[in-house]
């Protein structure tokens, strides 16, 4: 019997009060974090509970005067707020929050979602100064300055832009698209440089580089249409269709175009040329068999990368900030006499 008997000296009986402490630790802490997970939700469900829909202005106002709201809770509500493109009460409820004696993590956070708020909002200066003063105190903040760099490029300001990469480059975020990028708008907005000095570096940087093919094209068959012709990849040709399609008649290269299936397909659905009968392309081939009188050509464009489709050229997309990833994508539309329209 006594042999059954465990000491308290016994190294066993240590590894069993052990084994027996960590069991109840994990127990204790599994039900706890079970607890307040449950007592979290039941607290965002009340809160929410009181909305059929969003608070209006004056509800929000008097929520904001209420001190026993979460943080999570808040979060929750501004999130919601900023899903449905209402910035200004997501602004409120931030400027809110960094009243409020939190964590400096947590106002950090607070700060940068307040920041992206202002950059979505379209208030540039307010949001440039927000991710100024989250790096003034805490530099190595990387989405700061992701932001910060798109700041900059909204206004235009690429010398700044580019002082932003050399820290993201440090913190080994891959900036090279971007780096390029801001070298040719660089490039194109020095007022020191002529317009043919601008034009021989847009041409030598696409020879080098083989990228941004949209934007240089764009600016070179506005600024030097012979160069530009000069410059083009034709494997590039149904991503600048848009570009292609609107270059004036007497501009045309004929050379490139009887050489090139897609260019002839295009040229006669504009009428600009008789040199195809049909083609694989859908809005191409009812404009080749349509009375020009009756349709017409327009354009959308859409990003290769998250496939958003926007009304309007962009060299960066607004969705997912992707550079060099625009496509075009033709639209067929009603024709109508721009002279009858425009007159009075």
Known sequence: MNNLYIEYRDPLFGIIVFFSLVFFISLTSYWWGRYKNSSDKEEMDNFFKKFHTLPNDDELKNLLQLEDISFKSWILLSNAFFQNSEYEKTIEIYQHLL?????????????????????????????????????????????????LLLVYDQLKDYKSAMDVIEPLVELDCNVDNELLYLALMLIINDTKLSQNEKEKKVAEFYQVNKV???TVLSYLFKSNVKLAWSLLDQSQCEKIMDILYNIKDEDLDL??????????????????????????????DILIKLDKNVANLTFEYMCRDCKITQPFVFHRCSNCHSIDTLESVPVLSKAYDKEQYFSF
Not at 259 to 274: D, H, I, V
């Open 212 to 214: 941004l093919s949209y």
């Open 255 to 284: 050379d490139i175009i009887s050489n090139n299936k897609f260019l002839r397909e295009l040229y006669t659905a504009k009428g600009s040329l008789n040199l195809e009968e049909s083609s694989d392309i859908f809005e191409l």
């Open 99 to 147: 009243l409020q004696d939190i964590d400096i993590n947590d106002k950090r956070d607070i700060m940068l979602l307040l920041g992206k708020t202002y950059y979505k909002a379209g208030f540039l200066e307010r949001s440039k100064q927000i991710f100024l003063e989250i790096l003034r105190k805490m530099p190595r903040t990387t989405d700061a300055l992701k932001y």
